[in-house]
């Protein structure tokens, strides 16, 4: 199970870090993505990090402004967001996959959280 935290109402060029804690399963070994939905629009990848956090993957909105990371002894992987735009309004969902490379593919990640909504206001 996959529980994503840390979502809010920031303003425009604020930051905001989220959290997805692992329980149930050692996620350790996993690849694990964030990716976020926006109203009325689909889901879409955001970054991705490999099981040792070796290797990491951003899209290209985010690049530069959004830093993930993992801390496999807390079993818990961290979203890093600063200069946050209003374009960046979604709900955030992690997601975790046995990949070797981090994937930017929805099929690779069989292992989904409930999302936490970000706003940010203009």
């Known amino acids: 199970q996959l529980q994503a935290s840390g979502g809010g109402l920031v303003q425009a060029g604020g930051s905001l870090r989220l959290s997805c804690a692992a329980s149930?399963?050692?996620?350790?070994?996993?690849?694990m993505g964030w990716f976020r939905q926006a109203p009325g629009k689909e889901r879409e990848f955001v970054t991705a990090?490999?099981?040792?956090?070796?290797?990491?993957f951003y899209a290209d909105s985010v690049k530069g402004r959004f830093t993930i990371s993992r801390d496999n002894n807390k079993n818990t992987v961290y979203l890093q967001m600063m200069s946050l735009k209003p374009e960046d309004t979604a709900v955030y969902y992690c997601a975790a996959g046995r990949v070797q490379r981090p994937s930017s593919s929805f099929s690779d990640y069989p292992y989904w959280g409930q999302g936490t909504l970000v706003t940010v206001s203009s």
């Open positions: 990090i490999s099981w040792s956090g070796g290797s990491t």
């Open positions: 149930g399963r050692t996620f350790g070994s996993y690849a």
